[in-house]
């Protein structure tokens, strides 16, 4: 099992937006390297959901409920279809997690522009125990 976050704009696309339809397609990827951890991505694995802009904050946690496809926008970029698990009961957010030694290693932090990424199973469980 691997463990994974995707970012997004609330203004955009939000988790309450994403927990309305409780199942969506994660798409418009246009990064190389995002395009990659897409595919790398396997049906149950864990996603943590995380706003990006002015919330700066993971607010939830999906799971991938179907590997890659052919992005419906886009036939030479791939999606995954995620599922709502759950809303964490406190978001945890950015400074939050820059002040955690543990998560200093954090691909988020060092490539902050990249819309889906690895985490670790440490990173993962950590900040599921930060959110509780």
């Given amino acids: 099992m691997n463990y994974w976050m995707v970012k997004t704009e609330p203004?955009?696309?939000s988790w309450d937006d994403f927990a309305q339809k409780g199942e969506d397609v994660w798409d418009g990827v246009r990064n190389y390297q995002a395009r990659n951890f897409l595919k790398e991505m396997k049906?149950?694995?864990p996603v943590l959901f995380y706003h990006s802009g002015k919330?700066?904050?993971v607010v939830g946690i999906?799971?991938?409920s179907e590997e890659a496809f052919p992005d419906p926008k886009d036939q030479e970029w791939v999606a995954v279809r995620i599922k709502v698990k759950s809303k964490l009961k406190n978001p945890v957010s950015l400074?939050?997690?820059k002040a955690e030694d543990r998560l200093s290693e954090m691909l988020m932090l060092k490539q902050s522009r990249l819309s889906v990424m690895s985490v670790s199973k440490e990173e993962f469980d950590l900040i599921l125990k930060m959110g509780s």
């Fill in 95 to 97: 400074a939050a997690i």
């Fill in 62 to 64: 999906a799971l991938v």
């Fill in 43 to 45: 049906k149950g694995d």
């Fill in 11 to 13: 203004n955009s696309y």
């Fill in 55 to 57: 919330d700066k904050a």
